[in-house]
């Protein structure tokens, strides 16, 4: 399969003197899951979801963004098979890239947006990975707590059967007003989009860009996200 150009989105952006509970306002109003710091017009890092996630975790949400944690400043090629190296190569779900009117910046779903996967015919099973759980008596801080020490952005709840879900974004759009001491219950989406698991890729693709989600669960206990199907496709569906 042979891929042309992506364009990317304009950067969204805030200034390094901003604290980083105008960064997580300014993401929650606009549904936005990161933005571009900028020290003298100049991007500086991404700060992300998981980013937030980890200064409201360790009540660190009153400090600036110059003291915070940011992802770096990948730049990148417009050519589909570039962004996908880079992003896999540099371990980031974002790029930037050279196009109309300036700096662009390229994300997971676009790159997935991009790819043909009508050839992806394989189970979903094939790809995914056993899921790291919570119960639905677990705190919100413990939640945040395991994706903050595993890398990841959402975890079943999951107790002898599957109750919900529970984001990065859920917590971090409900903060300040949010108790991170309570259950996970209190924010858990209960509408899990689960499939069996001989259930094709590309019929996982196109339902998870349809629900705008970034993860699927597969027979209850295991997990597809926006990352193993990148992986996929540079394996199967990519070429130079």
Do not use: C
């Amino acid at each position: 399969m042979k891929l042309g150009l992506i364009k990317g989105h304009d950067v969204i952006a805030i200034t390094e003197e901003s604290y980083i509970t105008d960064a997580i306002f300014f993401m929650n109003t606009n549904r936005i899951r990161r933005i571009a710091v900028l020290r003298d017009r100049e991007i500086i890092g991404l700060f992300t979801v998981e980013e937030a996630l980890y200064h409201i975790l360790y009540n660190e949400a009153d400090e600036r963004l110059k003291e915070a944690r940011l992802k770096p400043v990948i730049k990148s090629n417009p050519s589909l098979s570039e962004i996908i190296r880079d992003m896999l190569s540099n371990k980031v779900d974002a790029v930037f890239i050279e196009g109309d009117g300036g700096l662009k910046i390229v994300t997971y779903k676009d790159v997935i947006k991009e790819v043909k996967w009508d050839n992806a015919h394989d189970s979903i099973s094939s790809i995914s990975k056993q899921a790291i759980v919570v119960p639905p008596y677990a705190r919100i801080r413990t939640a945040a707590s395991v994706m903050i020490n595993n890398g990841i952005r959402h975890v079943p709840v999951y107790e002898g059967d599957l109750y919900g879900i529970v984001s990065a974004r859920d917590i971090v759009y409900g903060y300040p007003e949010l108790d991170l001491n309570s259950d996970v219950s209190k924010i858990m989406i209960p509408e899990v989009y689960n499939v069996s698991g001989n259930t094709p890729i590309n019929v996982v693709v196109k339902d998870l860009l349809r629900l705008n989600i970034g993860s699927a669960i597969v027979n209850k206990r295991e997990i597809v996200t926006l990352k193993d199907l990148i992986e996929y496709a540079s394996r199967n569906l990519i070429k130079e």
